[in-house]
């Protein structure tokens, strides 16, 4: 079931969406405001991960888990032009962990926090506090009902 449209306000938002496999999701960031087409960004494995950005509207998709805003509305070709160039390879600073759309996501935020672009000091708690309302939501979106739409506690 898509996200409550009328709870998205513009922003930059990290979305989870609904995996087959229980306890995982992909991670997105989208970007969003009225009357201009929402974004999203993430790491697609299509074969191999490659860097994509699309026209992806999260309050009609019928995977999203969650949207959580993370930020102020940042223009499509503005985040397109930070995050397109963040690799699609496990940083130095995760550990020797396989690289994931998580991974690229934790990397990407923390990239548009050294820009100064969202106030997300601790990746690590913004992960616990996405993965805790995923997993409360996961139930209801499998069942078609709505998932949910929160303001970080962690970023903004």
Not at 55 to 83: C, F
Request: hydrophobic residues 45%; negative net charge.
């Amino acid at each position: 079931m898509p996200l409550d449209a009328a709870r998205i306000v513009p922003g930059l938002y990290l979305v989870l969406s609904y995996r087959m496999q229980k306890g995982t999701y992909h991670w997105l960031i989208v970007s969003t405001a009225e009357g201009v087409s929402p974004f999203c960004f993430h790491a697609a494995q299509i074969p191999g991960w490659h860097y994509e950005r699309k026209i992806w509207d999260m309050a009609r998709s019928q995977t999203s888990v969650i949207g959580v805003k993370i930020g102020e509305y940042i223009d499509a070709n503005t985040v397109d032009a930070v995050l397109a160039p963040v690799p699609m390879s496990t940083p130095a600073e995760e550990g020797d962990v396989e690289f994931t759309c998580r991974i690229w996501v934790r990397a990407a935020i923390r990239h548009l926090h050294s820009l100064g672009m969202i106030n997300c000091p601790n990746v690590d708690d913004l992960q616990a506090e996405a993965n805790r309302l995923a997993n409360l939501h996961a139930q209801d979106v499998s069942l078609g009902r709505f998932g949910g739409v929160y303001v970080s506690s962690f970023s903004a």
